[in-house]
């Protein structure tokens, strides 16, 4: 066997070994449950940032609704028409 064919055999190896790993990563994924249930009250993210040294810093708490609905309406801007247009006047 020459070199050009083993080299030739081990890409063809490889590319089968990627794609066989492919399929199995997408399977995978579809098996595997991403995110939170939709239900009532909140997810709580801590968030703390500190700027090193002695002092500084800054530490707060993030709600997170799991009610899809309200959880869209965070992305709503306040001063939007509630029976108004849906529009954008730029």
């Given at each position: 066997m020459t070199l050009g064919g083993l080299l030739a055999g081990m890409s063809v190896l490889v590319l089968v070994l990627l794609a066989a790993r492919a399929v199995?990563?997408?399977?995978?994924?579809?098996k595997s449950k991403r995110g939170i249930d939709p239900g009532r009250g909140d997810t709580l993210i801590d968030v703390n940032y500190a700027s090193g040294g002695g002092g500084g810093g800054h530490s707060t708490t993030i709600r997170v609704s799991k009610d899809p609905q309200e959880y869209a309406k965070a992305f709503v801007p306040k001063d939007a028409s509630k029976d108004g247009p849906n529009e954008r006047n730029d």
């Amino acid at each position: 066997m020459t070199l050009g064919g083993l080299l030739a055999g081990m890409s063809v190896l490889v590319l089968v070994l990627l794609a066989a790993r492919a399929v199995q990563a997408v399977r995978t994924e579809h098996k595997s449950k991403r995110g939170i249930d939709p239900g009532r009250g909140d997810t709580l993210i801590d968030v703390n940032y500190a700027s090193g040294g002695g002092g500084g810093g800054h530490s707060t708490t993030i709600r997170v609704s799991k009610d899809p609905q309200e959880y869209a309406k965070a992305f709503v801007p306040k001063d939007a028409s509630k029976d108004g247009p849906n529009e954008r006047n730029d």
